[in-house]
């Protein structure tokens, strides 16, 4: 530190929230542990990759994050350690959204006599240059989003039992004869739809940030009626495929996420998938299908509306690059 330099002083802002879960340790921990299931666990995650992993340094990964923060998608990158033998995981972003200057925190998971577990979430932040209405808005959105984060993970680990029932996911598939890039084009131009697609009755598209897109969209079903759901989509044109989180689901579910990804083949045809992961509500099944209504009544009827509209969608996209590729 140079002579007369003044030493920083300011701390950062500490938070604490918790909450008491009827599972077993381990349980809660594996479901905060598996990155790859936070989409259909916590409700402001919309996606994670991991970039490393290296498990032979105390399972130290290196994430990037994309959640809803003061309903707005924001993504940072994260380093953190797990370490099952105590139940804790430490998290540290790395390169962090503005207005966060640093960000970090702490899991700690514990079990009680009573055969329950105690599930901590600890974190530590600090705001660009401690601007005090930045530090307000972090402030809420980490209240906000951690009490949100332990209510679904209590519900998740609750309800693990029941997991294999109401949790399942699928694909439908097109095999195209023409451009991935245009097979993208399609599906990136969701703005387009209601021109281009049947069952689209209605939808809004912002894209404030390029690559995350924000839909309000009314789907038209065979019966007539209009079903309102929205979303946030991650679009990643490099490697032609789009994630996305629908933020209003349908009365049936509680999760419904998903991507569209486009792969060429040996055969110079591209294929098209789209994917589906689906967590059924089940007070809400009854509530639109009946009191007698089943689980694997509805995963049927779900599988069917929603494998109806995107198998839809990628005919359409198959008809709208054969075309082009015809004509080139």
């Not at 609750?158 to 023409?178: K, N, P, Q, Y």
């Not at 990643?236 to 990804?261: C, E, N």
């Amino acid at each position: 530190m140079a002579p007369n330099a003044t030493p920083d002083t300011s701390a950062p802002h500490v938070t604490e929230h918790a909450i008491t879960v009827a599972a077993p340790p381990a349980a809660v921990y594996d479901l905060v542990a598996d990155v790859s299931g936070w989409p259909q666990v916590f409700g402001p995650t919309v996606h994670v990759e991991v970039l490393e992993e290296a498990p032979e340094s105390g399972g130290e990964q290196l994430l990037r994050i994309w959640a809803m923060a003061n309903e707005q998608v924001r993504t940072w990158t994260s380093r953190r350690v797990l370490d099952p033998a105590s139940h804790t995981i430490t998290f540290r972003q790395v390169v962090s959204a503005a207005p966060v200057a640093s960000m970090g925190g702490e899991w700690r998971i514990e079990e009680h006599d009573d055969g329950r577990t105690r599930v901590t979430l600890l974190h530590d932040y600090r705001a660009i240059d401690d601007d005090p209405a930045a530090e307000q808005l972090i402030e809420q959105a980490v209240d906000r989003n951690s009490r949100a984060e332990l209510t679904a993970l209590k519900n998740a680990a609750e309800l693990s039992r029941s997991r294999e029932e109401v949790h399942f996911t699928f694909s439908d598939s097109e095999t195209i004869a023409g451009a991935a890039g245009d097979v993208y084009a399609f599906l990136d131009r969701a703005d387009l739809w209601p021109e281009r697609l049947p069952h689209v009755a209605r939808l809004d598209l912002t894209e404030d940030e390029q690559g995350i897109q924000h839909m309000d969209m009314d789907t038209r079903s065979p019966d007539g009626s209009t079903h309102n759901t929205t979303s946030v989509r991650v679009c990643f044109p490099d490697r032609q495929s789009i994630v996305y989180k629908q933020l209003r689901v349908p009365v049936a579910m509680s999760v419904h996420t998903g991507r569209w990804v486009i792969e060429p083949q040996q055969d110079g045809t591209v294929r098209a998938t789209s994917w589906h992961t689906v967590v059924l509500d089940p007070e809400g099944v009854h509530t639109a299908l009946g009191p007698q209504a089943t689980l694997a009544e509805a995963r049927d009827l779900v599988r069917k509306a929603l494998g109806t509209n995107s198998s839809t969608t990628l005919r359409y996209a198959k008809e709208y690059a054969e075309g082009l590729h015809a004509g080139s």
